[in-house]
């Protein structure tokens, strides 16, 4: 990117009239006033239309500093297309120069849902976990989620505050920081990279705002292990290095532990970093899978059972009121759509929630359907009186008519056979919402699960027509999906 004032630079100037000598480069005073501004409007009446024929539209919102110090909100708005596409708008970021209090960010949203044309829509807000986030969602009269990488980064966060986790790292990070430091260590670290057949990795420090990069520094230190063993034993490193800082056996075990007892929140945090599908509906397995996993076992040493237990005791107070929603999401998964993560009775009571859910559909469509059926028979009966005179009437009343044939009031094929076949009336009779819905989950339930690595969006483009009901509760429901932007910085893509 350059700055607006390359446009008056007489060497671009010069560049741009030896490429195409026609060409007039437009002044910056033209691109501030006119081109910039036109191509938002532009930009902004598409972001409308897309925009316009969501059913529901999932907000995220985070606010960040720049280098300078100035504070900024933005909000970023997610609807799925009816060709089951993720689609993602920034729709503003604004200055704040305000306090952020939840009453201050409230006003925001609201203005910027009004700006958008969103008040009418189902509007679901993914924020992080702080209070006054929680607070603005409230007044602003939104669902709630709390982004679940986050939630993840706090807990991990936790467990790395255990005093020996801290002084672990602290011991890494002298080793990382002397080898960073010194160019004679560095090159023999190279050297014995190659010589132990190692990956040239070079050693990792971590960022303490970045609970993974903790992990990764860990994880880095075991893979190079022997080779800094030995760049640290050598001749060359000891003759210049007066001091020299190694870890003992004990601290090497005590990484392995960490490691291997982090690694389901690190995996966990990789998948919350997708950026091409929706990610609410994997929040209810993941959740009870960490949760599950950071179970005491007889055979945990007192470090890996510290590092559980801090876990535990912070993924186990979040999701608590967002629960049913959770698991109403999983459900329309076909990944997860068997629920193995729950017991046969909530299993059950989330299918209920879910029949129960279809109905209200299909009644809303039934309703609408009657409606514009109304609507339309009197806008031909409308047509019709305007179309025919009243004296023109008058006289076809006048006309005598014929007799009206009279219908036959008796069949004897129905008078021989109908008390014996009196039963195919019956199958052909109109089913009540909840028999529809009932029959549309049975056969949604019957389906073989889809694969953990397939895109339920797909499938649901694929499979839209055999259930036209419950895939509408699915787009709402996948809606609720996308972390908040923050996260991007704690949860790389890779």
């Not at 997708?274 to 959740?287: G, R, W």
């Not at 649901?460 to 609720?480: G, I, M, N």
């Amino acid at each position: 990117m350059r700055p607006l004032s390359v446009v008056e630079n007489k060497g671009f100037r010069n560049m741009i009239k030896t490429l195409e000598p026609r060409y007039t480069v437009p002044s910056r005073q033209h691109i501030t006033d006119i081109a910039l501004p036109k191509l938002y409007q532009e930009v902004k009446a598409t972001v409308l239309d897309s925009l316009s024929s969501a059913e529901t539209v999932a907000l995220t919102c985070d606010a960040w500093t720049s280098r300078a110090t100035e504070s900024y909100v933005t909000v970023t708005a997610h609807h799925i297309t009816d060709q089951w596409n993720l689609q993602s708008h920034v729709l503003q970021t604004r200055a704040m120069h305000d306090s952020h209090t939840g009453e201050h960010i409230a006003a925001l949203l609201t203005d910027a849902v009004a700006e958008w044309g969103l008040n009418t829509k189902d509007l679901v807000v993914v924020t992080d976990n702080a209070p006054n986030m929680a607070l603005a969602a409230r007044l602003a009269g939104m669902t709630h989620i709390q982004c679940f990488a986050h939630s993840l980064n706090l807990a991990s966060q936790k467990a790395l505050k255990i005093q020996s986790v801290v002084r672990l790292l602290g011991r890494i990070r002298r080793v990382t920081a002397f080898f960073r430091r010194s160019t004679t260590a560095s090159n023999q670290l190279k050297q014995k990279q190659c010589l132990l057949q190692l990956p040239a990795h070079r050693l990792i420090t971590d960022i303490i705002t970045r609970w993974n990069s903790s992990y990764d520094m860990i994880e880095r230190f075991l893979e190079q292990q022997p080779a800094i063993c030995a760049a640290l034993l050598s001749a060359e490193v000891r003759k210049s290095e007066k001091e020299i800082f190694t870890l003992s056996e004990s601290d090497i075990t005590c990484a392995e532990e960490v490691v291997r007892a982090l690694k389901p929140m690190k995996d966990a945090t990789l998948v919350m970093s997708e950026e091409s599908m929706p990610t609410l509906s994997i929040i209810a397995p993941l959740h009870a899978k960490l949760v599950m996993g950071a179970q005491e076992s007889v055979d945990d040493t007192p470090t890996v059972r510290d590092i559980k237990t801090a876990i535990a005791e912070d993924l186990g107070k979040r999701y608590v009121n967002e629960r049913e929603t959770l698991w109403m999401t999983s459900t329309v998964d076909p990944r997860f759509k068997d629920l193995p993560f729950l017991s046969e009775a909530e299993t059950s009571e989330t299918y209920s929630r879910l029949l129960d859910t279809v109905v209200t559909v299909i009644k809303k469509e039934k309703n609408q359907q009657e409606n514009k059926e109304t609507d339309k028979q009197v806008e031909e009966e409308n047509a019709t009186e305007e179309a025919h005179h009243p004296h023109i009437k008058d006289s076809f009343d006048s006309i005598p008519r014929p007799p009206l044939k009279r219908q036959r009031t008796s069949c004897a094929l129905v008078d021989l056979l109908g008390a014996t076949f009196a039963s195919t009336s019956d199958n052909t009779a109109p089913k009540s919402e909840h028999d529809v819905a009932a029959a549309e989950i049975k056969r949604y339930r019957d389906e073989t699960p889809l694969p953990l690595t397939g895109n339920p969006l797909s499938w649901w483009k694929d499979h839209e027509q055999e259930y036209p009901h419950l895939s509408k509760v699915a787009r709402k429901s996948f809606l609720l999906c996308r972390r908040h932007s923050k996260c991007t910085e704690k949860c790389p893509e890779s």
